[in-house]
C-alpha cells in the first residue's frame, strides 16, 4: 500500500526534457517521457508545463477517458502535500460552481424586470 512514491516540487521540476519529462496533474506525478511523441496535440504543449502543475492545461482541453486511461499508465507517485481525493474534490468544487449561479441568475433577472418596471412608471 504505502509503496506509491511522494515526489515534491523540487525533484519534479528538474525533469523538463523531452526524454525526461514529469507532468503534475490533479496531484499526482507523471512521467510523460514515454507518451510525449506521440501525444496527439504534439510535444510542445507537454514541453511548456514539464516539471510544473499541468492539471489545468490537461484539463482545458477537456482530454477524453482514452487520454486519462494512458495518463493512468504513466503514473509513478503521488505530489507531496496533496490530498488523494484532489480529483474528486476538483469535481464537486465544479458541481458547486455551477450551482452558485442559479441564485446569480435570479438576482439578474430580477434587476431587468425593476430596470424595466422602473423605467415604464418614471419615463
Ligand atoms: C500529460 C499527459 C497527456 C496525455 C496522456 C494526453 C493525451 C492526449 C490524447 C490521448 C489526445 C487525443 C484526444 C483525446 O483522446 O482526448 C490528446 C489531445 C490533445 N492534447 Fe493531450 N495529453 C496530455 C497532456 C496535454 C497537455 C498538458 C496539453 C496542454 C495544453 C495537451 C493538449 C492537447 C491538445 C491541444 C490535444 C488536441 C490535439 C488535436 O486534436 O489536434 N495535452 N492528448
Given amino acids: 500500500m504505502s509503496t506509491v512514491k511522494v ?5 519534479i521540476a528538474k525533469h523538463t526534457t523531452h526524454d525526461d ?3 503534475v496533474i490533479n ?3 507523471y512521467n510523460v517521457s514515454s507518451y510525449i511523441d506521440e501525444h496527439p496535440g504534439g510535444e510542445e504543449v ?3 508545463c514539464a516539471g510544473t502543475d499541468a492539471t489545468e492545461a490537461f484539463e ?3 482530454h477524453s477517458d482514452e487520454a486519462h486511461e494512458i495518463l493512468e499508465k504513466l503514473f509513478i507517485g503521488n505530489l507531496k502535500g496533496a490530498k488523494p481525493v ?3 474534490r476538483a469535481q464537486s468544487y465544479s458541481t458547486q460552481e455551477s450551482s452558485v449561479n ?4 435570479a438576482v439578474v433577472v430580477f434587476l431587468i424586470a425593476f ?4 423605467y415604464k412608471t418614471n419615463f
Avoid: Q, R
Wanted: glycine letters at 10%.
Fill in 60 to 62: 482545458d482541453i477537456g
Fill in 86 to 88: 484532489e480529483t474528486k
Fill in 27 to 29: 496531484g499526482k506525478v
Fill in 21 to 23: 519529462v514529469w507532468v
Fill in 7 to 11: 515526489y515534491d516540487y523540487e525533484e
Fill in 102 to 105: 442559479f441564485p446569480l441568475i
Fill in 46 to 48: 507537454i514541453l511548456d
Fill in 115 to 118: 430596470g424595466a418596471y422602473y
